[in-house]
C-alpha cells in the first residue's frame, strides 16, 4: 500500500482513501481512549490486516465474524485493550485462531516478540501470510496443540483469549511457563467458579474489568501467576 513520489516514501496514511482513513481516526482515538497510543501507519497496517482476513475468509471460514464493524471491536480493540497487562519481551498467544489477539499487539508492541499457537493449519496459515504481509518480522506462527510444545525457554507472557475454562487453560499452558511468567486470561463476564476452581500452585496476582469502545459486552482481564 506504500508509494513512492519524487523519490520519498510516503506515510501509509497519506495514500489512503476516504474510507481507510476514517477508520485510522477511529481507531487512534479508540485505542486512545483505552491508554494505547497508536500511530496513522500502525492503525492502516490494522486496517490492513482486516483487509487480508476478509479477503481469506471467504474461501477459508477462518472467523465467525464477517461483519467489518463487529471485526473491529471484536478482534482489533478487544485484543489492543490488554495492551498493559503483558509482561516482559516473549508472548505466546495460545488458541490464536486467526491471530487475535496475537496480531494486533505485535503490531504496537515491535520490541516484543509474540508466537502465536494453533492446532488449525489453515489458520495459522493466514497468521504468517498476515504477519508478512503488514511487515511484523516480531510474529512466528506455530502449526501445534499447546499441551504438546516444550519450548527451550519459557514465555514471559502467555495470553489466552476464550480458550478454556481457567482449571483446564492453567494445566494445559504449564508447560510454556517459567516460575516468573504470567497467565493472561481474557474472559467475558467474572467467572467466579472458575477462579474458585484454580489448581494449587496458582493465583490470581490482578484483575479488571475491561471497557471495549462499541462494545457492550462485558469482559474482564485476569492475570495468574505460580
Not at 84 to 104: K, Q, R
Not at 127 to 156: I, Q
Not at 177 to 200: F, N, R, T, Y
Request: net charge neutral; aromatic share 4%.
Amino acid at each position: 500500500m506504500q508509494v513512492k513520489s519524487d523519490g520519498a516514501r510516503r506515510p501509509l496514511w497519506q495514500t489512503a482513501g476516504e474510507d481507510a482513513l476514517s477508520l485510522v481516526h477511529r481507531l487512534v482515538v479508540d485505542a486512545k481512549s483505552m491508554g494505547i497510543s497508536l500511530t496513522e501507519n500502525d492503525a492502516l497496517r490494522l486496517q490492513q490486516l482486516l483487509d487480508e482476513l476478509e479477503r481469506w475468509n471467504r474461501t477459508y471460514n477462518l472467523t465467525a465474524i464477517t461483519k467489518r464493524e463487529d471485526m473491529v471491536t471484536h478482534h482489533l480493540l478487544d485484543s489492543l485493550a490488554v495492551h498493559d497487562d503483558l509482561y516482559g519481551d516473549s508472548i505466546a498467544d495460545v488458541g490464536t485462531g486467526a491471530g487475535f489477539p496475537g496480531l494486533p499487539l505485535a503490531v504496537v508492541n515491535p520490541e516484543r516478540r509474540f508466537t502465536l499457537i494453533d492446532s488449525a493449519g489453515k489458520k495459522i496459515r493466514f497468521v504468517s501470510h498476515a504477519a508478512h504481509a503488514l511487515g511484523l518480522t516480531n510474529v512466528e506462527g506455530v502449526h501445534a496443540r499447546v499441551e504438546s510444545l516444550r519450548p527451550e525457554k519459557p514465555f514471559d507472557t502467555i495470553v489466552a483469549r476464550a480458550f478454556a475454562p481457567l482449571p483446564k487453560m492453567l494445566e494445559t499452558v504449564t508447560p510454556l511457563c517459567g516460575p516468573h511468567s504470567c497467565v493472561l486470561a481474557m474472559k467475558g463476564k467474572w467467572p467466579q467458579e472458575e477462579v474458585d476452581s484454580i489448581p494449587a500452585g496458582w493465583r490470581v496476582e490482578r484483575s479488571r474489568d475491561v471497557i471495549v469502545p462499541g462494545l457492550a459486552e462485558a469482559r474482564c482481564a485476569i492475570v495468574l501467576v505460580r
